[in-house]
């Protein structure tokens, strides 16, 4: 294992945008297109849709969270596809059917980044999703923790991730 690893700026956004991209293709037939790297949170939008936004963490020689949030609406859509359920359908189920798949999207797209750091030598291990709902979410910042925050767009909707990284 290296002294000291180096986590770049460009490593960590190849990295969530082939992990993004890789799993909404596979799992939602969704093409998903990165926008834009920010520098500082979404601020929450009064009267906004409701969203859902699931975070998994990993912990080892590099700990942290990856967040991935949407628009309820989105994420109903994206249910469907990975389930090969109709909107009728995905609504009758109720929001734990889209609870499970977000949490599942958010599991597998954490999974693809931490495999590329375990592969560079900082092994790794993910804990279960959580999955949280509500108008105006935010993110707090992980103390002594680097963030990065990316926008993506699947058919106009906005699909926001949020990591947190330290690595010891």
Not at 41 to 70: K, T
Not at 114 to 136: E, F, S
Not at 144 to 152: D, G, M, Q, V
């Amino acid at each position: 294992m290296p002294e000291t690893l180096q986590i770049t700026e460009t490593l960590i956004h190849d990295c969530i945008v082939n992990a993004v991209q890789g799993v909404f293709r596979t799992m939602a037939c969704h093409e998903v297109t990165f926008v834009e790297k920010i520098s500082q949170p979404l601020q929450p939008v009064a009267d906004g849709p409701q969203e859902v936004m699931g975070s998994v963490g990993f912990v080892g020689v590099a700990n942290g969270l990856i967040y991935l949030c949407m628009a309820e609406s989105f994420a109903r859509i994206a249910t469907g596809h990975i389930l090969g359920m109709s909107p009728s359908e995905v609504e009758m189920s109720g929001p734990d059917v889209v609870n499970d798949a977000i949490g599942e999207v958010t599991n597998m797209t954490v999974g693809s980044f931490k495999n590329t750091l375990c592969d560079l030598g900082a092994p790794c291990k993910l804990t279960l999703p959580t999955i949280v709902r509500g108008n105006q979410l935010s993110v707090a910042s992980i103390k002594s923790a680097t963030r990065h925050i990316f926008l993506f767009d699947c058919k106009g909707h906005r699909i926001v991730t949020d990591i947190q990284i330290k690595i010891d």
